[in-house]
């Protein structure tokens, strides 16, 4: 899976307004562990990540950690009342032909809590 673990966390960290080509397969999906939900990763996933970074303009990801399939990182921002998120996360990435087909996301919901509440 050479290079393809860096190039999902870059697409993610660094939303352009579409995906970017060559990377996620037609129909791939991105599900988390907190509500157990699946949803198209282009463009649900990309739309989410833009919200979140209307409300919490310096929401990045840092102390990142690659493997084979998979990717251990820690989201970090300030919220717009001064306090600060922090939440150790993971993805479990599935690639099929080149292409990503699957992203399993695990984060604790109690760290993102003031996030949820800013996205209602």
Not at 55 to 60: A, E, I, L, Q, R
């Amino acid at each position: 899976m050479s290079g393809i673990e860096r190039r999902v966390l870059d697409a993610l960290a660094h939303p352009a307004s579409e995906a970017p080509e060559g990377l996620f397969a037609p129909g791939a999906v991105t599900w988390h562990s907190f509500d157990e939900v699946e949803a198209p990763t282009v463009p649900d996933t990309f739309a989410t990540l833009a919200a979140i970074r209307e409300k919490v303009p310096d929401f990045t990801m840092t102390d990142v950690r690659l493997g084979d399939g998979f990717a251990q990182y820690v989201f970090v921002g300030t919220l717009p009342d001064g306090s600060t998120l922090r939440a150790p996360a993971a993805l479990a990435i599935h690639v099929d032909g080149g292409l990503v087909t699957r992203i399993e996301e695990y984060v604790d919901t109690g760290q993102l809590a003031g996030l949820f509440a800013l996205l209602g």
